[in-house]
């Protein structure tokens, strides 16, 4: 049987002008803590494959 391979690409963007709207360093703080954790959850469930 064939193995079939495949390509996902996930972006999330713009990063930069997210984190420049924090008028506060807990709102940086969120924002980051954001990203950050769609990135894990996007990681995690790529290398389940």
Do not use: C, W
């Not at 997210?18 to 940086?28: S, Y």
Request: proline fraction near 2%.
């Amino acid at each position: 049987m064939d193995k079939n391979e495949y390509l996902f690409i996930f972006t999330i963007t713009p990063v930069q002008s997210f984190i420049a709207q924090a008028r506060k360093t807990r709102d940086l703080h969120a924002g980051s803590r954001i990203l950050s954790e769609l990135i894990k959850k996007a990681n995690r469930k790529s290398t389940k494959i």
